[in-house]
């Protein structure tokens, strides 16, 4: 009834003429409804590695720093400086060394939530290759129990399986802590989805603006020669094309517009929503940078005062985020290597040779060493060093 009534007043005061079949559309207009980008792996993947600057260099940081991690095996007894697993690790394909094939595995793990690793098995028992499954290709087949008995790998129509349903499955499959999934894990990218979205759609805008000379949009407004404020089609046209080929795009920055008779332009200026966009984006960022846990000062990002300086940030950088990644992946990897030697080997990280962490280890070393009510054997446990065996302790 209200509307009737404005429309009604609105066709006595509007003079009969030509105008936009989609005036009333863009006059009447809500918010919408938010689009937000699939969830799928894929599509993050495209969106928050490969269309996103942050999202890029958190999981090529993350990812690199873990691979670099040096390395060591040991079991109860000792710590071995040779060994097949080691070499093994070393050189796992043809293709790729310990570095490539961690990196690869970390940055499947960190975008999909998901790492599966191949292992090309052996006369001896120990496998003679491994290989980096790419997650967004792999399926796990659940049981009648709900436990895996096989895993799909799928490139377009043609699929191998894999069955794990003997002592060692020929894939280890390593994830992220997902609570409400059995069988698959919940990356960072999915938890940083909506910041990325935000970024991304943030530098389209600007983007755009940059297309538009890097200036706000305004109105030409026509006051005709009859005191009508309508113009011909033809005219609409015409001026509209004059336009867009004359004066938008950088090639077109600053040059001055001619106007005819009855136009008259009306410059609009940023509002208060508009100025904000470049603090959105940058708080979109440093979201996506708390997601993977990267500290925003690392990236670059402006006005992050987190930490006092870049050596404090990249400390907890490695102790916080690429330390517990490192070692859980290695102890899952050791674990499932040494089911098919039957040996009980421990792979992990030497936290000795870490540079970033050399002050807190000098510290460590220097209170243990300190410690006169601890025993030889104690000391070493704490260090995280296995037992000193009989010809060593003699010596």
């Known amino acids: ?17 030509k105008a936009s079949a989609t005036g009333p559309v863009v006059a009447w207009h809500g918010t919408g409804r938010v689009a937000w980008s699939p969830r799928d792996a894929v ?20 990812a690199e720093a873990a691979a670099a ?59 003679l290759e491994l290989h980096v499954l790419r997650s967004d290709r792999m399926s796990v087949v659940p049981g009648a129990d709900g436990w895996p008995v096989a895993y799909e ?19 280890c499959h390593i994830k992220s802590f997902h609570p409400q999934d059995d069988h698959y894990g919940f990356s960072p990218m999915q938890a940083a989805a909506m910041a990325l979205d935000v970024h991304n759609a ?36 015409r001026l509209s094309d004059e336009i867009e080929a004359n004066y938008q795009g950088a090639r077109n920055a600053g040059r001055p517009m001619v106007l005819e008779g009855g136009l008259d332009w009306k410059p609009m200026g940023f509002s208060p929503s508009d100025m904000e966009f470049q603090k959105t984006k940058e708080a979109a960022a440093r979201e996506i940078a708390l997601a993977f846990g990267v500290p925003p000062m690392l990236l670059g990002i402006q006005g992050d005062a987190t930490y006092a300086n870049y050596q404090e940030a990249n400390r907890a950088f490695y102790r916080l985020t690429v330390l517990p990644l490192a070692t859980r992946v290695a102890a899952a990897l050791s674990e499932w290597v040494s089911g098919f030697t039957g040996e009980p080997v421990e792979l992990k990280p030497d936290l000795d040779q870490v540079s970033a962490l050399s002050a807190e280890r000098d510290a460590q070393w220097a209170r243990v060493a300190q410690a006169d ?8 446990a704490l260090l995280g060093l296995p037992p000193l065996g009989e010809a060593d302790a003699d010596g």
């Not at 983007?207 to 006051?223: F, T």
């Open 1 to 17: 009834m209200v509307f009737d009534f404005l429309r009604r007043g609105s066709e006595k005061q509007v003079p009969e003429a």
């Open 43 to 62: 599509s993050l993947t495209r969106t928050g590695f490969s269309g996103n600057p942050v999202g890029f260099r958190s999981v090529k940081l993350i």
């Open 69 to 127: 991690l040096p390395l060591v095996l040991q079991d109860q007894t000792q710590r071995f400086d040779t060994h097949p697993v080691l070499s093994l690790v070393k050189r796992p394909n043809a293709a790729q060394g310990r570095a490539e094939l961690l990196e690869c595995l970390y940055g499947q793990l960190l975008l999909s939530g998901n790492a599966y690793v191949e292992a090309v098995a052996g006369e001896a028992g120990l496998p």
């Open 153 to 171: 790998y799928a490139v377009g129509a043609k699929k191998h399986r894999f069955d794990a349903t003997g002592l060692v499955s020929p894939i």
């Open 202 to 237: 943030a530098s389209r805008w600007s983007k755009a603006l940059l297309d538009n000379a890097a200036r706000p949009s305004g109105a030409l407004v026509w006051n005709g020669g009859d005191g009508q404020g309508f113009m011909g089609d033809d005219q609409f046209r």
């Open 373 to 380: 009510f601890l025993s030889q054997a104690e000391k070493r």
